[in-house]
Every structure is written in structure tokens, then in C-alpha cells.
């Protein structure tokens, strides 16, 4: 029997250029519309396997890629030895679950081995675990949201405090958009609905810019559960430090005479001022080191250390006093080398 030619996109109802959310969106329409759950007709199952089919294929990059290279010149290329396949590979006849045996033809060598491609979305995540006939309760999407904090912050560690607007499965029919064969009344059918959840996180010491912090079950809610919130994590700028990796750095202004003569400073650290000694001839751009002043290390034990740095700043607005020093101090070394000078 000759196995007919399916257009995924025709049954999808979508453009050959659709992108993923427009096939999802298309897709979750389809399948509440024709789930066997809901549509009591003959041809619901054989409907919904239908929709299942050609999302699975729109929905996944490389089989897409596949659907879309042979299109209705399929047969051809699908018989053994005969013209090129995607990727330079013969296909192989494999087990394709409840498909079509179109799929089977082109998708053998995919179907049930190879993971979903990147983005996709399990049937079973969409419409509450109802895959092959056997239902089960689906977990809520997860969620991620951004959350900005101080160096303090991520220094000491911190808790915030959250309201999120989520969308979540209907908690009356939990996601089927019915009940008893009736739309929902809760969500006037669309099978889900906007709430808010409010969620308290620790956030560690010794958090990045850029890292997620994952608070298991504090995601959509879903018939199986809850999903999971990925914070990603944003630390603001500070007025004097600037981190580097687990270490901190500081710059800090001296004058000539205390370069020359060492001086005591205040630096500012996160734990509070710490005074540090500057000894005699110091040159501008020494730096200087704090061990176990700079971050927590977020994997490990310890923390990194603070660099201090000095540079030599002038008065702007000499008195003719200084000036006289400054003159009878150049004269006093005029005669020197200059391997006399301090390095830094």
C-alpha cells in the first residue's frame, strides 16, 4: 500500500515559515481542541496522533531540517541507496512509536532514540501527561526571572523576596481547558490562567553577575507540582571596590611626601575599614595585598583576597612655601642616579 505524503504544516495550520512559538501556540489549540479527553468523536484519536505527529516533527530543528529538505520528493530518497541523505547517512527503518508510517520512512533512524531538539516541548509537558494513550499529571513549566543585588549582598549572602506573575495550569481542570466534557468555567477553556506566587529565596555568598540560583518547586504550578524559578543574577557596580574573579580591588590616592616618608591609610574592605601601612618610598601604582578580605568563594572554602593599589596624587594649587621645598628637594637630587629611585 502506498504511504501518502502528510503536510505538517497544512495540519498544523501554519506557514512554512512559522517560527516555534507560532507552531507551539498552533499546536496547543489543535491538541485541546481534538484530545480524546474532550473530543468525543470517532476520529479523536486518530486526529490528535495526527497533530502529535507534525508537532513533533515542526517542533524539533533536525527532523524539521530533515521534512523540509525531502518534502514531497520523499519516497525517493527514502529507498535504500537512492539519492542523498540529510547529514550524508542512509536512513534506517526503526520504531516510531504510534506514528505514521510516513514518519517511520523518514524519521526511523530518529524516532524514539534521539533526544528532543533544543527548544522543543514535550507532548506530555503541554496537555498533562497524555502520550500513547496513558495519562499523567504534568509539572508546572519552570520559570525564570532576573534579580539585581549589592556587592554587600553577594558578599554576605542575602534573601528576596518575590511576587511573580506566572502562567499556570487552570487549578479546576488543570490544564484540559474542560470539565465533564464542558469548558471550564475557571478559564473559559484555555486551560490555563495568569496568578501570582509569592516565593522567598536565599541567595548564596559569593554569587556572580550572570549566575542562576534554582529554587526547586517555586516555578508554574501544574497537576504533577510545581516547576522550578532560576533567578539570574545581576550584582551592582560599587562606588570603590571592583571584583575580580573572587578578589576585590581598590585604588587609593597618597601624597608625594607620604610615598615618600610611608603613612597608615583606611582602606574601606566589606568588613569594615581596615587600617593598612604604606611604608617609605613607595612608588605610585604599588599594590598592596589583604588576605581573605575579598569574596567567598561560592564552591570551595575561603574567600579571595583585596589588592590594594596606591597612586601618588599633587596639589593642584601649590603655595609658593611648597614650592620652595619642592625646588630645594629637586636640588638635593639632581645629583643622585637615578637607580636611587624606588620601583613599584
Known amino acids: 500500500m502506498a504511504v501518502e505524503f502528510k503536510d505538517y504544516y497544512r495540519i498544523l495550520g501554519v506557514d512554512r515559515s512559522a517560527d516555534d512559538k507560532t507552531i507551539k501556540s498552533a499546536f496547543r489549540k489543535l491538541a485541546r481542541k481534538h ?28 527532523k524539521r531540517r530533515r521534512y523540509d529538505t525531502l518534502g514531497p520528493d520523499w519516497q525517493r530518497y527514502a529507498q535504500p541507496g537512492a539519492g542523498p541523505q540529510p547529514g550524508g547517512t542512509r536512513v534506517e527503518y526503526g520504531d516510531a512509536g504510534d506514528f505514521s508510517d510516513f514518519f517511520r520512512t523518514i524519521f526511523g533512524d530518529l524516532g524514539g532514540r534521539e533526544p528532543a531538539g533544543r527548544g522543543t516541548v514535550d507532548l506530555e509537558d503541554l496537555l498533562g501527561g497524555f502520550r500513547r494513550g496513558a495519562p499523567r499529571a504534568s509539572r508546572g513549566q519552570d520559570v525564570q526571572t532576573n534579580v539585581t543585588i549589592s556587592l554587600e549582598e553577594a558578599f554576605s549572602g542575602t534573601r528576596k523576596a518575590f511576587e511573580l506573575e506566572i502562567e499556570e495550569s487552570c487549578p479546576t481542570c488543570h490544564g484540559a481547558g474542560n470539565v465533564g466534557g464542558k469548558p471550564c468555567a475557571t478559564c473559559h477553556g484555555t486551560g490555563w490562567q495568569r496568578g501570582r506566587h509569592e516565593v522567598d529565596v536565599r541567595i548564596p555568598a559569593g554569587v556572580r553577575s550572570g549566575q542562576k540560583v534554582r529554587v526547586s518547586g517555586e516555578g508554574a504550578g501544574g497537576a504533577g507540582g510545581r516547576g522550578d524559578l532560576y533567578l539570574v543574577v545581576t550584582v551592582a557596580p560599587h562606588p570603590q571596590l571592583e571584583r575580580k574573579g573572587d578578589d576585590l580591588t581598590v585604588t587609593l590616592p597618597i601624597t608625594a611626601p607620604e610615598a615618600a616618608l610611608g603613612t597608615s591609610l583606611e582602606v574601606p ?4 575599614k581596615v587600617s593598612m601601612k604604606i611604608p617609605p618610598a613607595t612608588s605610585s601604582g604599588r599594590t598592596f595585598r589583604l588576605p581573605g578580605y575579598g569574596m567567598p568563594r561560592l564552591k570551595g572554602s575561603g574567600s579571595g583576597d583585596q589588592l590594594v593599589t596606591v597612586r601618588i596624587v599633587m596639589p593642584s594649587d601649590l ?11 629637586k636640588a638635593l637630587r639632581s645629583e643622585s642616579p637615578r637607580s636611587g629611585y624606588a620601583q613599584g
Open 319 to 329: 603655595t609658593p612655601e611648597e614650592k620652595a621645598l619642592y625646588e630645594r628637594l
Open 269 to 272: 574592605t566589606l568588613r569594615g
Open 35 to 62: 484530545h480524546p479527553d474532550v473530543a468525543k468523536t470517532k476520529d479523536a484519536g486518530a486526529r490528535f496522533r495526527e497533530i502529535s505527529e507534525a508537532y513533533e516533527v515542526l517542533s524539533d530543528p533536525e
